[in-house]
């Protein structure tokens, strides 16, 4: 399929093209769409949480509604936002970064995406069916095992299918790095954010399988009757904590350190220097990934585990603080006395620094496991997580997309607007979540519905909600940002920040092929490497030649389309055996696309080196 | 590399599983994956661990299980395991049909595997009233036994369909990957077995 003719089409073979593709710059923008619909649908239901709270004993939303929005924002944000962005961002630019034409398994890489969605739409349907799971997001047994209706049902099966393809997604990550790398490219040499996506992989790798169990556990009970929560026939509730934490725990570092590594490489590039301490980077990236599985009780402090288990999860838990803290300080003698330019993706990233320390200071605070007693369930532990998930998470993922947005889609963010985001979100996060932490010492619990007059708590409440205001304000601009990029700004060159990277040595947006010849990387920062020596671009490490290329497919829609359908026939067949159906319906659409992707050859296709030549007429080549 | 190389090479390399990217790719992915699955595993035989006491009745460990049948399941899954290690040899040699031969072997013996266990699942639940819902021990053991014949049965259905589809046609370098890691499966399949005998059922007996 030649680049001329993917460009004389209708919208329905648009639709069909994204439906079928296999390539990593196109599931990169679908990733990033569906992440940001569910991010703007998980503020909502965040603004309603907070109008609810915003004065003593509001009648805003129902108690039920409130508990449904709790579960949901948290579900939402951190499985159906945050992951998905944090894909998006690896897929546009991991392949790139190494000098790879794709992803290592380009159809799995399709599925991951579409098990995903589907997965998230499975979860939001619950909203029209009868009620949205309201157990909270970490649907601790007994609560969610009793819980009425089908709501938890809902988030058993989205999470199951949503999370079968975050596995797939972190396995093709990890083999694309493993063997896709360009000549020369050596570990040593790959840039920060590749290797933060190196290491969030194998915490995937390691993490979700903890989740896929602990969800078939509960699925089990709500659904076919056994009792392993069921402490009246034997069983124990507190397995599902452990599971849910061995894997949630390094679920809070895959978000963050793909992010470390986004700022890593920012910091780098607007101060014209090279990443200071980049090997004591790299070991502080792999540590935090280590120890980020060691730690997962010192979410259980309360439950009893005595004082020794507590004690080795609190001395571990500060251990983190170490490699963190390298980083910090690392980024800052990046800075220092370099030749800084305070763009947008700039701004986010300073701005990051203060604000994600603070939610690491109240991180050491909360693993004092005594301490802990007097934290643990307030608005404290609210307050600290969303200094990580907010300062850390999404203003890496603000800083991220001005950084790469000329990458993805051939066109800078506008710089004036994109200030303008920041200045009322960042404003607005201080004011919402800061407060939080003193509401949580004056001893305002988390997931309450109300909170009474007289008690000292309405100013905090009051300020954290417009704070939440200000923070929608700026999400709002940064959309019309994106709207008036798309439809004003000029096209730009493939490197408009003067980049260091490999990403920055190919035009915008890249060829679906991206390199017409693999280049040649003789060092860290490889580009630069070539721009220090006068050279313009890579030199390359092949003759020009054919290129093999995988070829699109309709399978990965289909397996995750017959996943979908028999999670309703899951939920459903409690109520009814006549469901069944769907699960057999389902699961044969799944097991059937298999079979077929097992039997039928795909041995993909290659572009002819006519064809390529065409193409660096037309600039391919830089 | 074209087309024509890789379904029809003129000659089979030693290592055909690995001779194109492709088969580089799954074969590192595969052992990732195989790494996810211990993880899987691992936290099923952990909730066993925690649960396996938190009986009914007379239903314990010590009164259902007969380490006679469990003997001759490891056997066969075990002598499986080897048999498809002779087809994988048979493949680099380039000896299609003895391949074939030796991975239809390895399915038998995995169907009388599979049908002990059904054998044994049916035996419980109509001798003994022991079923997926009767006590915590009953849904973890039916859970972690379960989820290993599930592993097995899938891996039937993979090898059979492999050695179906490729029949006619012989070992080139786009199916030699599919038939090693549909083995290196089998293998893993195998160890997990070692595991639940050991932890299942010699602790539950001894």
New interface residues.
Partial sequence: MSTAMSQNRGLGAAIWDYLTTVDHKKIAHLYLVSGGLFFLIGGLEAMLIRIQLMQPDNNFISAGLYNEMITMHGTTMIFLAAMPLIFALMNAVVPLQIGARDVAFPFLNSLGFWLFLFGGIMLNVSWFTGGAPDAGWTNYAPLSTVSPGHGVDYYVMGLQISGAGTLIGGINFLVTIVNMRAPGMTYMRMPLFTWASFVTSTLILFAFPALTVGLFLMMFDRMFGSVFFDTAAGGNAIIWEHLFWIFGHPEVYILILPLFGAFSDIFSTFSKKRLFGYSAMVFATVLIGFLGFMVWAHHMFTVGMGPIANSIFAVATMAIAVPTGIKIFNWMFTMWGGNIRMTSAMLWSIAFIPSFTIGGMTGVMLAAAAADYQYHDTYFVVGHFHYVIVGGVVFGLFAALHYWWPKMFGKVLNEKLGKLAFWPFFIGFHLTFFIQHFLGLMGMPRRYWVFLEGQGLEAGNMISTIGAFLMALGTIIFIINVVYTAVKTEKVSGDPWDGRTLEWSIPSPPPHYNFVQTPLVRGLDPLWVEKSEGKKGMTPAEPLGDIHMPNASILPFMMSLGLFIAGFGFIYQVDDKGWLALVFIGMGITLGSMLTRSLKDDLGHHIHKADLEKDIEKGAGQ | ???ED??NPKQLPHDPEKAT?EG??KF??FW??L???T??FA??F??YL??NR???GDNTPEHLFGLELVFIMTMLLLTSSLTSVYAMYHMKNNDFRKMQIWLGITVILGLGFLGFEIYEFVHYIHEYEFT??S??????FY?LVGFHGGHVLFGLS?IV??MI?NSKRGINL?NAP?FYIASLYWHFIDVVWVFIFTVVYLMGVV
């Fill in positions: 590399m074209s087309h890789v379904l990217l580089k790719n590192v992915g990732f994956f790494g996810g699955e993880v899987l936290c099923l952990g909730t925690a649960l938190s009986t009914s997926f819902r006590s915590a021990f009953g849904s973890a859970t993979w369909a492999l589809r786009y599919k």
